[in-house]
């Protein structure tokens, strides 16, 4: 019941909404909204086994959006489950369907209409374009092998060219399918507005470690860098998931090795951004 109390129904699913009442689509609308609705509560129950902090559950036409309090650092275990919860729902519901078809307490049309936009929200969430659970999984399968950073930009990169390449389509194929554009609107959206936050997920990643919250490290990752180069640039390098030892390098030799919690420090509480490695240890 406290997730219930989360919810907030996005203007675009009101517009379709409205749409499907002007059109006397009111029992679509309510499957739509019972779908989306399932698929989103998914992620929330998921996210809230793991003790993650859900801000609120957006409701969108395809899926929906769980804000959570939590910036990079949780396993990736949690993050691959949390992100494929949604997803999962529409396998349940598909089978209950089916299941209350063939008993004969669903009309066969009703089957069909409730399959097909399961199939629809269920592929439309999967493409690679943030924020669609699709583009999450892109982040996570960039995260493992790129500094977090790195694999934040690289994902709203792909998938803007997703998007572009999907509007290309869309205008051939179905020009005149409005939700489609209302859609592919929202995540062009979504997508500026991501991209303009990069500075921002980064420093609340970078925060989140520097306060604790770890999110248990999987292995240790060893970076060298010269002495004058900026604790902020180094601090770009840092991975998702691993610990990291910096190795400090000047004229060629190995000077000193710092860890990573010493970089931190200097970056938020003695405000040294732009100051070089060999600040620390000369």
Sequence with gaps: MALLGKLHVHPLLWLIGGIAVLTAHFKQLCLLFFIVLVHELGHAAAAAFFS???KRILLLPFGGV???EEHGNRPFREEWIVTLAGPAQHLWLVAA???LWKAGMMDGGSWELFFRYNAAIFALNLLPIWPLDGGKLLFLLLSYRRPFSDAHRNTVAIS???LAFGVVLLFVLAPR?????AIAAFLAHALWQEQKQHPYVVMRFL???YYGNKGGYTKL???TAPADERISAVLQRFYRGQKHAIIVVRDGRERATLDENELLHAFFAEKQADA??????Y
């Design 52 to 54: 993650w902090r859900v």
């Design 66 to 68: 769980a804000e959570v």
């Design 97 to 99: 369907a089916f299941f």
């Design 160 to 162: 803007a060219a997703a």
């Design 177 to 181: 399918q409005l939700d489609l554009w």
């Design 207 to 209: 925060l989140e470690r």
């Design 221 to 223: 990752r060893t970076i």
């Design 276 to 281: 070089p490695l060999g600040a620390l240890i």
